[in-house]
DNA sequence: CCAAAAGTGTTTAATATACACCCATGG
DNA sequence: CCATGGGTGTATATTAAACACTTTTGG
């Protein structure tokens, strides 16, 4: 029943992997990506897109491909997190985790389940179900870097398209923040920013005034503030 | 000549060390505690200090043990940094390191080569040797951390004994940011911290007036500000 | 009495917060 | 014409920065 081990090394190696924490907004919420495991350990159980790195691979280039196998998400704004090692979080091997976390516009994700995943699915970070391993800690640990990254970087602007208006900008960080923000003093601090410009396009939708766009001026990059 | 190898994988397995960036204040100057590499790869060249993960060790425990026993420092401010793994940063196999940087005043410092390390010394972070390996990168990294962190949390706190006067903190902040603060002001800062706390002793020392000692109120405790 | 670091407040500038009305559109 | 979100400025409060002299000690 059990593969060949041709891999052999003088001393016992961990196997590492990488877990990915995809965050975006959906229906007014910050909502984490998860897959339901298609094999044991935890098989059925929901868990973070992940898996182990290959040997001639980048971290890096492992969280993304595992993410694009297992979730069909790609092209996202994907930055190391923390690594997890503790004895025993993995039942059948030691496991060392390089997790991730990502964010991405809604709009950009086409979820499918693949490879390894029975299911890919979005939750409400309010309402996460059990999780396989120790990824509950993982999920806090993201989430706690995501916010504290709000005061001091530009990373909550990876949440929007390419273009977008001040007012979803405001309604990113009141999300994130939970908390309602002044429109007048939101729009002085975002512009005083100097990482946005106007496109000079508007968008029209519903009946109201149209709102302008903007764009990053520094496109696709995280800057750090202060 | 090679040793037996009877750990076997179904799937390749990268080794997985930590590396430690042990940085102090001594002699007015922000140094960082380096090894004398003892074998090959890079024998005779100065690296940061760490190891290989015990197959039944946590990471944490892997970086301290490993200090220990390589520069005999002990009982130090450990904080896990970044995981480097870049394919071919270890000519010998696939290695993948968790970093660490630690924070120690320099009194708690009796430092001896141990082990591995030919010998360990201290280095000015401005007046470093040719290192092995990745270990410029990781210094770098960890240095760049050092600085970020100075201005959200009280991490500066661990390069001084327990007891310490406010000239000496804010010397601590000077040799840090390398520039010259405000006495007044940054003592107004240092107290609305509330993160310290007079002894009621004094230090005499020199022919000047003796200085109040404080100590950390909640001691050992790294808190986050803002 | 001299040198050296310790200790101490006030004024000014910069930054952040509070707050209310008109605008442009679709239906 | 009305409902909806877009767009705008000023006054106040808070926080940060600039700045100089007296104190206590050892030698």
């Known amino acids: 029943m059990s593969a060949p081990k041709p891999h052999c090394?003088?001393?016992?190696?961990?196997?590492?992997?990488?877990?990915?924490?995809?965050?975006?907004?959906?229906?007014?919420?910050?909502?984490?990506?998860l897959i339901r495991r298609g094999n044991p350990p935890f098989a059925g159980t929901w868990a973070l897109p992940g898996g182990f790195?290959?040997?001639?691979?980048?971290?890096?280039?492992?969280?993304?491909?595992e993410l694009a196998?297992?979730?069909?998400?790609?092209?996202?704004?994907?930055?190391?997190?923390?690594?997890?090692?503790?004895?025993?979080?993995?039942?059948?091997?030691?496991?060392?985790?390089?997790?991730?976390?990502?964010?991405?516009?809604?709009?950009r994700l086409a979820v499918q389940a693949g490879d390894d995943a029975a299911d890919a699915a979005w939750f409400r970070?309010?309402?996460?179900?059990?999780?396989a391993f120790d990824h509950a800690d993982i999920i806090a640990t993201a989430h706690?870097?995501?916010?504290?990254?709000?005061?001091?970087?530009?990373?909550?602007?990876?949440?929007?398209?390419?273009?977008?208006?001040l007012g979803e900008l405001q309604q990113v960080y009141e999300t994130l923040l939970d908390a309602e923000l002044d429109k007048r003093n939101f729009r002085k601090w975002a512009l005083a920013l100097a990482q946005i410009e106007a496109t000079g396009e508007v968008r029209r939708r519903g009946s109201h005034r149209?709102?302008?766009?903007?764009?990053?001026t520094d496109r696709e990059r995280v800057t750090y503030l202060r």
Chains 1, 2 share one sequence.
Not at 147 to 160: C, E, H, M, P, V
Not at 210 to 216: E, Q, S, T, V
Request: proline residues 6%.
């Open 9 to 33: 090394y003088s001393h016992p190696h961990p196997a590492v992997t990488t877990d990915i924490a995809v965050f975006t907004l959906r229906e007014d919420a910050l909502q984490l990506l």
């Open 53 to 65: 790195l290959d040997i001639d691979e980048d971290l890096d280039a492992c969280a993304a491909r």
């Open 210 to 216: 149209p709102a302008r766009l903007y764009r990053l």
């Open 125 to 131: 970070l309010d309402a996460l179900p059990a999780l």
């Open 69 to 107: 196998e297992e979730t069909g998400v790609q092209d996202v704004y994907l930055e190391q997190l923390y690594t997890f090692g503790t004895v025993g979080r993995d039942p059948r091997e030691r496991v060392v985790s390089v997790a991730y976390f990502a964010l991405a516009p809604a709009e």
């Open 144 to 165: 706690r870097r995501l916010l504290a990254k709000l005061d001091y970087s530009t990373i909550a602007f990876q949440l929007l398209p390419e273009t977008f208006t």
